[in-house]
């Protein structure tokens, strides 16, 4: 295997993870033990399966099947997790695990008590953007922030809610969040409700359009106790 291959799958097999989730989680209550469930759930999304049982989770932590049922049914009643539903193109009804609860914890913009000046507002902007890249800000990447502002007249907390989006589909990179401000403004889109409503529809999608990975043929009711049980 040349070098290159070797690179190529070292980058492969990265796997996003929200550093505000990493500095944040005991605020959220969550322990140790359920932050790496909930990772071990993400991961499972990225691999294709957006609903993986207690049973696969476990083969990848410490617990048994039981610890990491009562740990999901945890996140769930404290509204981190929520189980929700979609049919395919078959009509076939699928349920994922969707992380929106958590995002909205961590994302939401929130209300100042004194509206920001334009100049406060832009200065947020380049921190905000440089904390989530872990890094400083190339002159091309300040450049392309100012041409959103100047040029192109979209407003900073617009440039936020695109940001938080390509956060959570895990794509955090300026030309997704560019192509994320088109289609807004090409839909006609102002304000940051109408971006979360847009959001969070085109990640619905995403998760209805996810490949689900084929499961052996089981008991399913055995399955849906865990969430009943105390």
């Known amino acids: 295997m040349s070098n290159y291959q070797q690179y190529q799958d ?11 989730l990493l500095k944040n989680y005991q605020t959220l209550g969550l322990s140790e033990s359920e932050l790496l469930v909930l990772l071990q759930v993400q991961r499972f999304y990225y691999e294709g399966n957006p609903f993986p049982t207690p049973e696969e989770i476990a083969q990848f932590t410490a617990g048994t099947e039981q610890d990491c049922s009562r740990l999901l049914r945890n996140m769930i009643k404290k509204k981190i997790l929520v189980i929700e539903q979609k049919r395919n193109e078959d009509g ?45 800000l190339s002159p091309f990447e300040i450049e392309t922030i100012n041409i959103w502002l100047d040029q192109d007249g979209q407003q900073p ?37 109408q971006a979360r409503q847009a959001g969070k529809q085109f990640r619905g999608q995403q998760h209805a359009d996810q490949p689900v990975t084929p499961r052996s043929n089981k008991d399913i009711s055995l399955y849906y106790n865990w969430l009943e049980e105390e």
């Open 157 to 193: 907390a617009l440039i936020k809610a695109a940001l938080r989006e390509a956060v959570l589909m895990g794509k955090l990179n300026f030309k997704y969040i560019d192509r994320i401000l088109r289609e807004w403004s090409k839909k006609g889109i102002k304000s940051v409700d």
């Open 10 to 20: 070292i980058l492969n097999d990265q796997m996003v993870i929200s550093k505000r």
């Open 92 to 136: 076939i009804l699928n349920e994922y695990y969707s992380f929106e609860p958590l995002w909205e914890k961590l994302y939401t913009v929130e209300k100042e008590v004194a509206p920001e000046s334009n100049k406060e507002a832009h200065e947020n902007l380049f921190v905000l953007f440089e904390q989530e890249f872990g890094r400083l």
